[in-house]
């Protein structure tokens, strides 16, 4: 494996969805403990296409085994109660969004993305931001972009420490 450092991206245009909660009970018959699932619908097919846009971005190389670092961006669609009849925005429309869905949940579906595309198992993800913003600049679109970087040998423990001090 090469010691250079990897920065990848990728992007998934559309609304994202996020994990989801779950939810654990006891088989009455086994005794057994069952863990469901309760994802939003449409994650396995939004989750299919980061998954998609991932291998292009890495190609055929194997995941690696490093520290890596994320950063996660998601831009939402402002609602339309956020717009006169004119199309201008509102003066109580909040600058960013406080709604769902939550910046952990969309981090915990991506990240489940990348494991065994970019890294070994999403665990290895020392540091990450995410970042929730409305499409209101000009040319965006509702989406969710992730940059991320495995950490060159010798300076993992560096750059991380040093964002502590940050």
Known sequence: MND???TL???VEGPPPSMGS???FVNPRTGAAIIVDHNVMGLRQWQDAMRHEMRKAI???PPDQRPWFASVSVILARPRSHFTKKGARTKGAPELPTVKPDPDKIAR???DCGSGIWWQDDK???SFAVRKRYADQEGAVPGVTISA????RGYGAKLYFLSEKL
């Open 124 to 126: 290895q993800i020392v």
């Open 149 to 152: 970087g495995s950490l060159a």
């Open 4 to 6: 250079d450092a990897i």
């Open 109 to 111: 579906a991506v990240f």
């Open 59 to 61: 190609g055929a190389v």
């Open 9 to 11: 991206e990728a992007t």
């Open 22 to 24: 779950k939810r654990g």
